[in-house]
């Protein structure tokens, strides 16, 4: 008897180890279809195209960064050396789209992962809208983990961002001065935790380490 006890119970946990994996499975390829279709269930907040962001910025650890999209000229590859070419016109500059900092537009930072994270406001989609919100510590937005905001040509955007939901999957996000709560994905708030030193590309070294003996 004691025995078929226990082999319910053992039975009883699998069951509920199989019905937790399915889903999560479930959800999963639910997320990825939505990838592929580029549709996803809930309220789009905000949609742009990357390239048409100006100017965005977050904080890290109190301070707030702010980066801005500027040109700058690049040197056009020159025709050739063998001097056939002496009398034709020299080749002009071209023009390509930079981020900068704002504070000081001289540091030369990773373009690639600005990129990544300017790309993370392209698409904000609200899984879940919470309205008429009276407290919002219970959501961790009173005091707010972090603030991003972006700029296109069209307009800006302003988010707090508070606690995160393991159960979710989102983190909770609202406007300044709002009583409505969005869930969105986790992917919002990844990515924002950089500090300005690790956003700088490593100068080379110019040292005579590796000289001829």
């Known amino acids: 008897m004691k025995k078929q006890g226990r082999y319910f119970i ?11 994996g ?7 390829n639910k997320n990825q279809q939505e990838q592929e279709s580029g549709q996803v269930d809930g309220e789009v907040l905000a949609e742009t195209d990357r390239d048409d962001i100006l100017r965005f910025s ?7 960064y702010v980066f801005e999209k500027t040109e700058v000229p690049v040197e056009a590859p020159e025709a050739g050396d063998d001097g056939a070419q002496s009398g034709s016109e020299s080749a002009e500059p071209t ?17 690639s992962r600005i990129n990544s994270m300017a790309g993370k406001f392209t698409r904000i989609i ?8 009276t407290d919002l510590s219970q959501y961790g937005l009173e005091e707010p983990v972090n603030v991003v905001h972006w700029e296109t040509a069209q307009g800006s955007h302003t988010y707090n961002v508070g606690d ?30 950089y500090s300005l030193e690790e956003l700088l590309e490593e100068e080379a070294d110019g040292s005579e380490e590796n000289a001829a003996e």
Not at 11 to 16: E, G, R
């Open 164 to 193: 995160y939901n393991s159960v979710g999957s989102v983190y909770y996000i609202c406007e300044p001065d709002s009583n409505t709560v969005y869930a969105v994905t986790t992917s919002f708030r990844t990515g924002m935790d």
């Open 58 to 64: 977050y904080v890290y650890e109190g301070e707030t």
């Open 22 to 28: 399915y889903f999560f499975l479930a959800r999963y």
């Open 126 to 133: 609200a899984r879940q809208t919470i309205t008429d919100v």
């Open 95 to 111: 023009v390509e789209s930079r981020w900068v900092y704002a504070a000081d537009p001289s540091l030369n930072l990773m373009q």
């Open 10 to 20: 053992v039975m009883v946990a699998v069951l509920a180890v199989l019905t937790a």
